[in-house]
């Protein structure tokens, strides 16, 4: 049973526009959720996170959304450039999850294309 | 420089053997943790410990070890009780406790052939 699920495997967007990400959860007891940005054969690096008390986090060209009533959160990317094709994971915690403090859970990831 | 290193980048076994993954970190993080990523698949947790010489297991222990003698190491032994051992490891640490990310190493490509 996924309680991070990100329904779109690939996302193809023409460069300049923005990228859209999406994510859902299913746990309400998760309260920290990050994003996390992985190249073939490399490990994931991170990008951007958002604590539940908050509803928006920006860093450069990168936002996060989240709305908790929906257990939805989103990563806008604007411009999208092709340096940033990637696939994109969703992760998130909960205090105390799994009898330890910062254990994430990982979505499946997204595929993004930015075609120049 | 900081960082996380595993090595091999790749490493191949004959089926029925075990083999060692090695991580090592100098960013004097308490946590670290082992993640495993199969195709079209997230990352799904194996064993993470949060302090010397304690370590608990994660969704898909079953046919792993690690240990954590040193805070610095976190090795990790894929066993032949494994069944489908050839994936993607990747090592991971961070700080102690909750709000912390993650920082990763590059990875382990493990074939068992």
């Known amino acids: 049973d996924q309680q991070v699920k990100q329904n779109s495997p690939s996302l193809s967007v023409q460069e300049g526009r923005i990228s859209i990400l999406n994510c859902d959860y299913t746990?309400?007891?998760?309260?920290?959720f990050l994003w996390y940005k992985k190249y073939p054969a490399e490990g994931p690096t991170f990008l951007i996170s958002?604590?539940?008390?908050?509803d928006k986090n920006e860093d450069g060209r990168f936002t996060v959304f989240l709305n908790k009533s929906a257990k939805h959160l989103s990563l806008h990317i604007v411009p999208s450039q092709p340096g940033d094709s990637a696939v994109y994971f969703c992760?998130?915690?909960?205090f105390g999850y799994g009898g330890s403090q910062g254990n994430l859970i990982f979505g499946k990831g997204t595929k993004l294309s930015v075609k120049p | 420089d900081g960082g996380i290193t595993q090595s091999p980048k790749y490493l191949f076994r004959k089926e029925g053997q075990n083999v060692t993954l090695s991580c090592e970190q100098n960013?004097?993080?308490?946590?670290m943790y082992w993640y495993r990523q199969d195709p079209g698949q997230g990352l799904r947790l194996i064993y993470y410990?949060?302090?010397?010489?304690?370590?608990q297991k994660g969704d898909i222990a079953e046919g792993y070890s690690v240990s954590r003698e040193k805070k610095e190491s976190f090795p990790l032994t894929v066993t032949s009780a494994q069944k489908n051992p050839t994936a993607f490891y990747l090592c991971?640490?961070?700080?102690?406790?909750?709000?912390?990310?993650?920082?990763f190493g590059p990875g382990t490509r493990l074939t068992v052939l």
């Open positions: 958002i604590s539940s008390i908050k």
């Open positions: 746990n309400s007891m998760f309260d920290y």
């Open positions: 992760a998130a915690s909960a």
């Open positions: 991971a640490s961070s700080w102690q406790g909750s709000y912390n990310e993650q920082f």
């Open positions: 960013l004097n993080h308490d946590a």
């Open positions: 410990s949060q302090i010397v010489n304690d370590f």
